[in-house]
């Protein structure tokens, strides 16, 4: 079934209600027109993210996470990071040193 559409002087049109609702496109989505064999088709860019589920395949060492554990595992890397920084940034200004367990310990001045 085709729906018919009028192009304005400024090179816009509307997409017919029926099109919008069957892409389950809102105002702001994008969208992309491909050309293939002569056809234009229009995409819509906007999608759920569980259309992406499984996408990269099964995990290589076969362990499956839930989300719980990939933001704990995310923030514990987070927190690694923040704590390097930290420790790096004290022995640059040679102030005291934050150790990996979070105490702070006094960094000799070198001589």
Known sequence: MGYGAK????GQTTIPIEIRKYLNLSP????D???ENGEVKLRA???SVMEFAGILGHAPNG???????MSEAAAEAAADDDRRI?????????APQIS??????????RS
């Open 86 to 94: 930290m420790r790096d940034w004290h022995r640059y200004k040679r």
């Open 7 to 10: 192009l304005t002087s400024k």
């Open 100 to 109: 990996d367990d979070g105490r702070s310990e006094t960094v000799r001045k």
């Open 33 to 35: 027109f491909v050309i």
């Open 63 to 69: 362990v499956r996470l839930t989300i719980e554990e």
């Open 45 to 47: 860019k906007t999608r």
């Open 28 to 31: 702001g989505d994008q969208m």
